[in-house]
């Protein structure tokens, strides 16, 4: 991450997503639910050394949960600067969505 320490980090644009979780044995899996949208958050900002993502994207949409959960938290952390902006990718009309 020593590139992002040779700009000013006013003219450096931060995006970075989260979604697919991978468990002990390398399995790929999709979450959206709030505590690993947290945890993906913090360990991004502690990696990269940074105070606030520019910009947090769902890279792939959890069906199982409802997405307002996963909105929800992503909008706590811009409520706590965070992150400036978020999105969600591969978001598709008539997604199947459980409640």
């Given at each position: 991450?020593?590139?992002?320490k040779?700009l ?79 999105d ?12």
């Amino acid at each position: 991450m020593q590139a992002l320490k040779q700009l000013p980090r006013e003219q450096v644009q931060v995006a970075t997503k989260f979604g697919i979780r991978r468990d002990e044995s390398g399995t790929r899996t999709v979450c959206g639910r709030p505590e690993y949208v947290r945890a993906c958050c913090e360990a991004s900002l502690r990696r990269l050394d940074i105070d606030c993502i520019d910009l947090y994207y769902q890279h792939h949409i959890d069906t199982t949960i409802p997405i307002e959960e996963t909105i929800g938290e992503l909008k706590k952390l811009v409520e706590e600067g965070k992150v400036k902006y978020i999105d969600c990718q591969r978001l598709v009309r008539g997604e199947p969505r459980h409640h």
